[in-house]
């Protein structure tokens, strides 16, 4: 069955998939973050997700981004949120130009937005376990809003 993306269920089945593959994120390394991903369309979408040490423990669907404390937020079209879905989906993980590092400097397709120093030092720093997050959709049936 397929999970609708942007959606709370899409994050959440992420989140189930990290938790069944935890020796996989255990090798990564805790990480500590709250951050945001911002998916813009017609109509925009934000949610906020929670990792604690080696889970993510917390998904949530905002209003705003000052619903939560963010430490940092990703932002970008919806377009290019499908392009890196479908990268991941074809090859188990991305092609070099569609990994989140990638997409968030090479041309600044995905904003990375923060308020503090120490937010956007959190991206870099748990960038491993976030991209392992967001890999979990290598498998996942998606159905495009």
Request: hydrophobic share 40%; net charge negative.
């Amino acid at each position: 069955m397929a999970i609708a993306f942007p959606s709370l269920d899409f994050f959440e089945e992420l989140a189930r998939r990290m938790e069944s593959n935890a020796a996989e994120f255990e090798k990564l390394g805790f990480c500590d973050t709250v951050m945001g991903i911002k998916v813009d369309g017609d109509s925009s979408h934000l949610y906020s997700l929670t990792f604690d040490v080696f889970d993510c423990s917390e998904v949530r669907e905002l209003s705003r981004a000052d619903d939560a404390e963010l430490d940092f937020l990703l932002e970008a079209p919806l377009p290019l949120w499908k392009e890196m879905f479908e990268s991941i989906q074809k090859n188990g993980r991305p092609d070099p130009a569609y990994t989140l590092n990638s997409l968030s400097h090479v041309g600044d397709r995905m904003r990375v937005v923060y308020d503090d120093p120490e937010g956007h030092d959190k991206f870099y720093r748990f960038m491993a376990t976030i991209q392992a997050f967001v890999d979990q959709a290598s498998d996942l049936e998606i159905a495009w809003a």
